[in-house]
């Protein structure tokens, strides 16, 4: 298991949003801090199977966005997300520490259910069933992108 990337999703990642100023500008996209940490909590209910999703990417481009996931190569700013609106959605917490209690309950319960399930595969829309480690793979990758969204990593 990559340790490290589980570690970060779970202690540094948390620590660097708080740290993070509720209206810090966003260097791109439309969400601001609060908007952006719900989004990742969607991200992870996903993960967990919370949120069971299709499979939207076509099977011939399924290597190729394999390859993309389990490498060090990030995502771009303005990566387009096909399932999210032009505008961001309205916060649904009353605050950022809130999104961000939510966040680490996702989380735990994100590990909770591959400890519980250690052969789960969870669809994921973009990138197809993905194990444990490939799920930390791409929360690990996710969350980096949106850090430096807001000029931290």
């Known amino acids: 298991m990559n340790a490290d990337k589980l570690r970060f999703l779970q202690v540094t ?3 660097k949003l708080k740290q993070l100023d509720a209206k810090s500008e966003r260097q791109w996209g439309v969400m601001n801090v609060q908007q952006m940490i719900e989004h990742m909590s969607d991200s992870v209910r996903i993960a967990n199977g919370k949120d069971p999703q299709v499979l939207l990417t076509p099977a011939e481009k399924m290597d190729a966005m394999k390859s993309f996931l389990m490498s060090d190569r990030e995502f771009k700013p303005n990566t387009k997300n096909i399932q999210m609106p032009e505008t961001a959605l309205p916060v649904r917490l009353n605050d950022k520490e809130e999104a961000i209690a939510e ?13 519980n399930n250690p052969d789960a595969r969870v669809m994921n829309p973009f990138f197809g069933n993905l194990n444990f480690e490939e799920w930390i793979q791409l929360l690990h990758k996710h969350a980096v992108h949106h850090l430096k969204q807001f000029g931290s990593n």
């Open 13 to 15: 990642f948390i620590e």
């Open 103 to 115: 966040l680490q309950l996702e989380l735990r319960d994100f590990v909770n259910h591959f400890t």
